[in-house]
């Protein structure tokens, strides 16, 4: 079992940035691979960035070269540094762990970039 908390959403100006973290309940050496998703309104959740804890993070085309994935193993946070960021970047973005065959979800934070 793994609880998530993400945090760190909030209203950007277009060209702006946003760190978002999430916070596993355990420790996240243990997890096969965290990721960012996001779902805008209308839109299907989509894979934003994963990573392992042995495999540099993976990007979606759209967010590469703005966004940055990272983890802290000892406090067990994965952060998502996003940067020049776009009106279509709005959406409620989640973070996602996978243990085995097992998918954990935290609730979602709101980002909405917009001046």
């Known amino acids: 079992q793994v609880q998530l908390v993400e945090s760190g959403g909030g209203l950007v100006q277009p060209g702006g940035s946003l760190r978002l973290s999430c916070a596993a309940s355990?420790?996240?050496?243990?997890?096969?691979?965290m990721g960012w998703y996001r779902q805008a309104p209308g839109k299907q959740r989509e894979l934003v960035a994963t990573?392992?804890?042995?495999?540099?993070?993976n990007y979606a085309d759209s967010v590469k070269g703005r966004f940055t994935m990272s983890r802290d193993n000892a406090k067990n946070l994965v952060y998502l540094q996003m940067n020049s960021l776009k009106p279509e970047d709005t959406a409620v973005y989640f973070c996602?762990?996978?243990?085995?065959?097992?998918?954990?979800w935290g609730q979602g934070t709101q980002v909405t970039v917009s001046s």
């Open positions: 996602k762990a996978t243990v085995g065959f097992l998918e954990y």
């Open positions: 355990r420790g996240i050496l243990s997890i096969n691979s």
């Open positions: 990573i392992t804890s042995i495999h540099s993070p």
